[in-house]
């Protein structure tokens, strides 16, 4: 009797259509895809960081239709029909993100691997609660691991984030922040 093994099985690609920072994007995905590889792999979007790969670091976290997601966890196929804000589109081009120029201020910067997660985890926050208090803060990010340990500078920095987004400064120019 011929065996079938699960190796063999060739599985078609599903077309799926996304809203990707904004724009449309149709892209061919396998059903067993996560969205982590799509967003990487097929669209570019590095800014998407691989940690733990099992829901654990935040590392890879994403905003899927005014969510927060582990993008490891999520079926690619999942994501047909839904808006997706990565790191990228967090800005215009030339200019970076009140969150952005906050930890810079604080001076969290190390290798900087966690902050695409805590960036989105901090703008989830941000949109839903325009004044945190550091207790608010702290629970939004209890999610995003900093191997480097800037923990409470993330937490100056969102502090600091929510004056600028509240005195209206949402954007800053790229080249007078980092020259
Ligand atoms: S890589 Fe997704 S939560 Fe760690
Ligand atoms: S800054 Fe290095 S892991 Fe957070």
Known sequence: MLEVRRSDVEYP????????NGE??????????????????KLGLTSVKEGCGRGECGACVVIMDNRP????????????G??????????????????QKALIDVHALQCGFCFPGVIMMSKHLLDNN?????????EALDGNLC?????LRFVKAVKL???YLREGKTYFDESEVLR
């Open 130 to 138: 325009p004044d945190p208090s550091e207790e608010e803060i702290r």
């Open 69 to 80: 997601v582990p993008s490891c966890l999520v079926l690619a196929v999942r994501a047909n």
């Open 147 to 151: 191997r480097c340990g800037s923990y």
């Open 24 to 41: 449309l994007k149709k892209v061919k995905v396998k059903p067993y895809e996560r969205l982590i590889d799509v967003l990487r792999n």
């Open 82 to 99: 839904k808006s997706i804000l990565t790191l990228e589109g967090l800005a215009p081009e030339g200019k970076i993100h009140a969150i």
């Open 13 to 20: 690609d599903v077309e799926i259509v996304m809203k990707i």
């Open 161 to 163: 984030a929510s004056k």
